[in-house]
């Protein structure tokens, strides 16, 4: 038998075949995934920044300003048009000033202690004036929980903290608790305000 002589292009040629045949069998392991062209598939970002949640905001009213007195309410509507207060017709009085007949000013306000008696609260205004010369002395919103008892700071006027000074650091004065905001309940005294005589003496501060 003869052997075949290969020319040197043919043996070139058989060389490359086999060395590409190589190296395709290399990178082709069982069990391994075939290599693709394709890119990775891209890694889903999680996002570090922390979520806000908005919680309501809640709107309080402001707080009662107590001074050493009791509470100071101011004078609202109701308090700015009290007064005049004439003859009525009798029944049941809802309130009671418990304040000693003398009373000493500090801050320039006047305390004044009630007791509401009835199941709701008592609502109105307390007013002060000079017995002996009628002067608006003070004045103040009223507001006492059901079955309670409350000091409220009447502040003096400027007027009243005149006749005070005037009168040697002493005033007679009425204090009206009326309780009829917005309507005197049923049974009540009409008008439906409680009275009582206090002498004011103004503070040695």
Known sequence: MCARVLRPARVSLLICVLTLSALACSNSTPGSPRASNQPPPATQSVS????LTTTPTQTTPAPTQTTPTGDRLGCGEYCLQAGGYGGGEEGQEYITIDTSKNVVAVEDTVPIKLTCLLRTPCKGAILLESVNSLTDFGRSDLLVAAKSTRTIAVEISAAGLDELRNNGGHELIEVYADYGDPDCPPGSVLPCVVTK??????SAN
Not at 48 to 51: G, H, L, Q, S
Not at 197 to 202: G, N, P, R
């Open 197 to 202: 005589k206090v002498t004011v003496t103004a």
């Open 48 to 51: 570090t920044t922390p979520v």
